[in-house]
């Protein structure tokens, strides 16, 4: 192939993502900073402004809610991680046969339906009236009904939840690149169970790990339903405080601003991850 072809080829291919990054991602972000720097003084009329980022910082509600919603993003993460990681094991390491592709199935299957169906799904059950609360009192374990919405517990099953595949496919795809023979000298070494999973197996998945970390806590992050169903109106989630300025009040200018600290928290807390754990985006993104 010639060189100009080349280039041709790989300028078409690359046009659609181009477009698509500028337009959808680039574009709306440097225009909601431009709208976060401004203050509205008059009908029509703007200024320049750094009002909209100071509110924030002199309102202890939005900071808190800020706070908040990143511990708690971290937390699910640690937790998403922490249970989907011997479930990858076993389907990348342990299953054979039908087995791994059924277990891997029933991984998905959840993700046939859209959030709000699953999420609808743990309200039925965790509701005063819901089917958990009926079985305890029909056990004789409570004396009355037992309203589990509305909680920290209950918002953080959700969003653990909701982002488990998420960490399960990067997981699989980054163990099953482990060669058997490895783990199997390590045994063969005089290795226990704990040190093959402290040397040889994480270190090895740790680009997976990273991949999907970094994927769940930006999802979590972001998400506006889970918590907002399943917490209630005293949820506390910094997306639902960005919902009610951008439609409730419509107060584009602080929306905007929120919008960008929530940028500026995310991509902090990545980095931040990528530096502790001495991976690079290109190698866990690979």
């Given at each position: 192939?010639?060189?100009?072809h ?11 993502i ?22 509205r ?20 509600l ?5 706070t908040?919603?990143a511990?708690?993003?971290i ?23 039908r087995l ?7 991984c ?52 653990v ?19 058997d ?16 999973m402290?040397?040889?197996v ?8 990273v ?35 951008f439609?409730?009040r419509f ?6 601003a ?7 928290l ?8 990528l ?12």
């Amino acid at each position: 192939m010639k060189p100009q072809h080349f280039k041709f080829g790989l300028a078409l291919l690359l046009t659609p993502i181009l477009l698509w990054l500028t337009l959808l991602i680039a574009l709306p972000h440097v225009d909601m900073a431009l709208i976060s720097l401004r203050e509205r003084v008059s009908a029509g009329t703007y200024a320049f402004s750094w009002s909209n980022y100071t509110a924030f910082f002199t309102e202890p509600l939005y900071w808190r809610t800020f706070t908040r919603t990143a511990v708690m993003s971290i937390m699910a993460t640690a937790l998403t991680l922490l249970i989907a990681f011997p479930i990858s094991f076993y389907i990348a390491k342990v299953a054979r046969g039908r087995l791994r592709p059924l277990l891997f199935l029933l991984c998905l299957v959840p993700f046939w339906v859209s959030e709000l169906v699953r999420t609808y799904g743990w309200m039925i059950l965790l509701r005063e009236t819901g089917v958990l609360s009926s079985l305890l009192q029909w056990l004789g374990w409570v004396d009355g009904p037992v309203e589990m919405l509305y909680q920290d517990a209950t918002i953080m099953v959700g969003l653990v939840y909701t982002s488990m595949l998420f960490m399960v496919v990067p997981l699989v795809s980054t163990l099953d690149s482990l060669d058997d023979s490895l783990i199997e000298a390590a045994y063969d070494l005089g290795a226990g169970h704990w040190r093959v999973m402290r040397d040889v197996v994480i270190p090895h998945a740790a680009p997976g790990i990273v991949s999907g970390c970094i994927v769940v806590f930006m999802l979590t992050l972001g998400n506006y339903l889970t918590p907002t169903l399943l917490g209630g109106k005293d949820s506390l989630w910094f997306t639902e405080q960005i919902y009610t300025q951008f439609i409730t009040r419509f107060n584009w200018e602080q929306g905007s601003a929120f919008g960008i600290l929530l940028l500026i928290l995310s991509s902090l807390i990545v980095w931040i991850g990528l530096r502790l754990s001495r991976q690079s985006f290109t190698k866990v993104m690979s």
